[in-house]
């Protein structure tokens, strides 16, 4: 069974940075695609960042700029290292996995448990 658990959110002030990183199992890391997504309460869940099987990486315009997608296929990670961040970014944060080459255009795939980033003003 596939497994995804993300760590590393937390409580930040304005400004400050974050590193959260998933660690996969039950799948074949390296033939995946991986990405993140926040959901805000009362929200609709929203694509962050991806990262292909290859490497190509891409960012939300939302988060554009202050936050980069990696990789580390010895370890089965995927990281998102946030900087600069803003009350707008307090949300959870959820890993997803799905097929190197799929969409991203939908959510689909599987999923981590999220983990919770609350950006203080």
């Known amino acids: 069974q596939v497994q995804l658990v993300e760590s590393g959110g937390g409580l930040v002030q304005a400004g400050g940075s974050l590193r959260l990183a998933c660690v996969a199992s039950?799948?074949?890391?390296?033939?995946?695609?991986m990405g993140w997504y926040r959901q805000a309460p009362g929200k609709q869940r929203e694509l962050v960042a991806f990262?292909?099987?290859?490497?190509?990486?891409y960012y939300a315009s939302s988060m554009k700029g202050r936050v980069t997608i990696s990789r580390d296929n010895a370890k089965n990670t995927v990281y998102l290292q946030m900087n600069s961040l803003k009350p707008e970014d307090t949300a959870v944060y959820y890993c997803?996995?799905?097929?190197?080459?799929?969409?991203?255009?939908?959510?689909?795939?599987?999923w981590g448990q999220g983990t919770q980033v609350t950006v203080s003003s």
């Open positions: 990262i292909r099987s290859g490497g190509s990486t």
């Open positions: 997803n996995a799905r097929p190197g080459g799929s969409s991203w255009t939908f959510p689909f795939g599987s």
């Open positions: 039950g799948l074949t890391f390296t033939i995946n695609d």
